[in-house]
């Protein structure tokens, strides 16, 4: 059987699937202390014989194999999970191969093999709820180096009718502080699903989202980029990001038909378990 933990900052999503990912059997819990969590991971898995596992966590992680602290929650906002050994606690469990990384990273990863981008050899996954987080998989690979994509934390242009300050405790007004959720929420003292009709509230927003698609576009050239997170089931929002990204980049390089460059997820909110369980059956 394979193993997938989807490690969200609110919630683990976990999951066992026989090889051909046919037949899956999931449980989500609360992510609380790593203590309790972990025993709720143990006595779920505990159940299957496992061959493999696949991890994508929320971060920032270490995902550098040469790093002392390969395996680690490190810098993470959630205080309980700092400098947390999460692979180190799983390999002492389960003697079995470990994938490591994000959970975006998991996520754009399911979508390229069973989503949105299939057929394709790379693709963008940004997540933009309660925070901003971005994944990419180039030549079939997920993309890490030192360490791993914080696509969140990118700067941007202020727009011109917004004086808003930000809410990254970081960068303050970086993409994260300026368009997640909480930044839409402490902006207008609404949370964003009572704002559907609010032009102005998702045209400023699309500002901000355009901008950093078009900054991934200019490094990574992407074939495809999906949004998803919880900001993104404001559906009005993709053709106002095609049209700001379309006059931002104005004509400089050339892009797929924004219609299918820019979209939703295929896989709605499973990206990130798909991606988890097809990164344990590679892992194999």
């Known amino acids: 059987m394979l193993g997938a933990i989807e490690a969200g900052g609110t919630k683990f999503v976990l999951a066992v699937s026989d090889n051909t990912l046919e037949h899956v059997e999931k449980l989500s819990i609360p992510t609380t202390t790593p203590e309790e969590t972990f025993d709720k991971v143990f006595e779920f ?9 696949g991890v994508g966590s929320f971060g ?3 995902v550098n194999k040469n790093s002392s602290t390969y395996g ?9 999970w700092q400098n947390v050994d999460f692979l180190g606690k799983l390999k002492e469990r389960y003697a079995v191969p470990v994938a490591w990384t994000t959970d975006v990273n ?24 309660t925070g901003i987080g971005g994944g990419a998989v180039i030549n079939g690979e997920p993309l890490e180096g030192y360490g791993h994509p914080e696509m969140g934390h990118i700067p941007v242009r202020m727009h011109e009718e917004d004086s808003f300050k930000g809410t990254c405790p970081y960068h303050s007004n970086c993409l994260e502080g300026l368009a997640a959720g909480p930044a839409i929420e402490q902006r207008y003292n609404k949370k964003a ?8 509230v998702w045209d400023i927003e699309a500002y901000y989202l355009a901008q950093a698609l078009m900054t991934y576009t200019l490094t990574l050239s992407p074939e495809k980029i ?4 919880g900001v993104m089931k404001q559906s009005q929002l993709y053709p106002l990001i095609r049209k700001e990204f379309s006059k931002l980049v104005n004509g400089y390089v050339a892009t797929p038909d924004l219609d299918e460059y820019i979209v ?7 990206a990130g378990i798909t991606g988890c369980l097809l990164l344990a059956q590679k892992e194999l």
Do not use: H, M, W
Request: hydrophobic share 35%; proline share 5%.
């Open 45 to 53: 898995f505990d159940n299957y014989t496992l061959e493999a596992i």
């Open 60 to 62: 920032p992680i270490d």
């Open 72 to 80: 680690y929650v490190t810098s993470t906002p959630k205080l309980a």
């Open 106 to 129: 998991a996520a754009a990863y399911g979508e390229l093999k069973k989503g949105a981008a299939v057929g394709k050899n790379s693709c963008l996954y940004l997540t933009v709820g």
């Open 193 to 200: 699903q009572y704002l559907t009709d609010r032009k102005d």
């Open 226 to 229: 999906i949004l998803g997170g």
């Open 264 to 270: 939703s997820p295929g896989l709605d909110d499973n």
